[in-house]
C-alpha cells in the first residue's frame, strides 16, 4: 500500500506561520564559497559550495513580521527577538501529536526554497527512534512534494563514518537536509567526538567545520528533550541562519508563531478521540470473593445484564474463572456451583444509568472494578480481554469503510510475550491473549448479525496465531528477540534495526491482506510506532512518568487511513 498525502489547510497555516515571518527577504539561488579542501593532493579540484544566503532584513522588519503572524494567530506578541544558542531568530511552532508536525515542516523547508532560496536545513532530533522515523517521512511523502514543488529534496542521516555526505550536502545546489540525532554531537563516545575532531580520513579537517560553512537552517523535532547543558552550548557550533522549533508540549518560549493544541486538534477533527478504559481494585469488607464486573448490557429486548467474570466449580473440582451475563435475582453462589466465597451474593439491582451492580448483602460494585484475589496476573489477563473487546467493537464499525484497526501493547520484558525456554516459545501474554481471542472471537461471531457475511468472513478466515506479533530489538547472534539497549538514564531504546523493522512494516500492516492487527512492543521502542490505524493501546507495565505516557497515547492519536491509503 502506498499512503497518499492531501494539502491541509491547517497544515499549510502551521507552514505560512513560519514561511511569512522573513516576507521582504529576497530571493536567492544560494550564495557560492569555496569549500575548504582540508589537506588534498594537486590533483583535486577545488569544489564549490552553496550555503544560505544571509538573512537581509533588520530587527525591525523581523519583529514586525513576526507580530502580523501574531495576530492572525491569536498569540501573544513577542517583546523582542529572542535570541538563544547564540542565533537571533529563534521561532517556536506548537503542535498537538497526531496533526502532521512532521509533514509540516518537511513542507516547510520546501516552501523556504520556493520563496527565498534557502537550501541547507539541518532536522536535529533527541532520539534514534525519531530520527528514523524522520527519514522514513522523507521517503513515503517524496513524490507527494515533487508533485507540489518539482523538485526533490535530498536527505541523509549524518553518520560520522559516513562523512562523504558533508561533500554532497556543501556542494550541490538543491534542496539538502541532514538528520542528526543529539548523541552524534554532545556525547564524550569516540564517533560522537569525530564532529569535532581534524579526521585524516576527510582531509584533515573538521566535520562541524564543513557544516556550518553552509549557514544551515535549524529545525530541533522535540526541542524540550534536547535542552541540556551539551547541547545548547554545541548548537552555535552550527551557525546556524535561524532555528525553527517544533513541539506539543514546548519547556521553553521563544517567538511563538503558530499554536495548534490539543483542544483545537479536538475540535477541529485532526485526531481521534481517547476513551480510556481502567481496571479499579477493590476490597468488600468481610469476603474474598473474586469479582470483576466488566460491564452492563443493555438491550431493548430484555432487562439490563451485568457482565462479570467471577470463579466457578466444576465437575472435575478444579476452579476456573469465567465471563458470564447475569440478570437481577441471580445467585453468584448458585452460579458457582457452590463455592462459599459467594454466599449472600445474590444481584438486587443493576443500573445502567451508573453502571453499578448491588448485592442483597449490600456489596456495590462499578464497572471496570475488580475485587477478591486480584493478582498482577489477573490484572493482565484483564485488561489483555478489554483489548481485545475494544479492538473487535471498533473493527466493526470500521471494516466496511475499508480501515484496518490495529491494536498496540506495550510491555517491558520480551519474555512476557516470547519464552524460549517453552517448547511453543509463547510467553505468558502470547497464551493469554490466544485464550482471551479465542473465546472472545467465537462469542462476538455467535452475535454478529446475520448479514453482516463480509466481515464474519474475514474474522474467521484470521488464524488466531497469526494475528498477533511481536516486534523487539533482535539478537545478531542468535536471531532471537531480546529486550532494547538503553542508554544510560534512557527510557528509549537506541536500536535501530528495530526501528527499521516496525517502519518497514508500517504500509504492510494497514492492509487487510496482513493478518496481523495485534501488536505487542517493548515500551522503549513507543517513538517508533507512529501507525495511523492503531486505535487501541494497551499498557502491560508499570509506569508512572505522565510525559512517557502522554508519548505512548500520542501513538494512536493519528487519524487512520483506509486501503487506497486515503
Sequence with gaps: MKLKFKVQPFQTNAVDSVVDCFAGQTYSTGVTYRIDPGVVTQTRMEETGFKN??????????????????????????????????????????????????????????????????????????????????YKSFEITADHFTESYGKKARFFIYNSKSLHDLESFSSDAGINVMIINIQAFNARGADNRRIYEELDDFQSRRPIDVISSNRPILILDEPQKMEGKATMEALPKFKPLMILRYSATHRTNHNKVHRLDALDAYNQKLVKKIGVRGITMKGLAGTNAYLYLESIEISNKRPPLARMEMEIKLKTGEIKRKVMRLEKGKDLYAESDGLDQYRGFVISQ????????????????????????????????????ETIKAHLEKEKTLFSQGIKVLSLFFIDEVVKYRDYSQADEKGDYARIFEEEYEQLKDEYLGELALD???????????????????????????????????????VDSDDVDAYDLILKKKEVLLSFGEPVRFIFSHSALREGWDNPNVFVMCMLKHSDNTISRRQEVGRGLRLSVNQDGD
Design 53 to 134: 544566503a544571509d538573512l537581509q532584513l533588520t530587527d525591525t522588519q523581523l519583529i514586525e513580521n513576526i507580530h502580523a503572524v501574531q495576530q492572525r494567530q491569536f498569540l501573544p506578541l513577542s517583546d523582542k527577538l529572542a535570541i538563544r544558542a547564540g542565533c537571533k531568530i529563534n521561532l517556536d511552532v506548537e503542535m498537538e501529536t497526531g496533526t502532521g508536525k512532521t509533514y509540516c515542516y518537511i513542507k516547510t523547508i520546501f516552501e523556504m526554497n520556493k520563496r527565498y532560496g534557502w537550501n541547507k536545513f539541518i532536522i536535529m532530533v533527541p532520539s534514534i527512534a525519531i530520527r528514523e522515523g524522520i
Design 350 to 385: 443493576i443500573d445502567y444509568n451508573h453502571d453499578t451492580v448491588e448485592f442483597t448483602n449490600g456489596h456495590v460494585l462499578m464497572a471496570g472494578e475488580a475485587t477478591g484475589d486480584v493478582t498482577e496476573g489477573t490484572i493482565r489477563r484483564i485488561q489483555i480481554r
Design 452 to 490: 453482516n457475511k463480509a466481515y464474519r468472513k474475514h474474522l474467521e478466515n484470521i488464524k488466531t496465531e497469526r494475528t498477533h506479533e511481536g516486534y523487539f530489538s533482535i539478537d545478531k547472534k542468535t536471531k532471537r528477540l531480546k529486550d532494547p539497549d538503553l542508554g544510560a538514564r534512557s
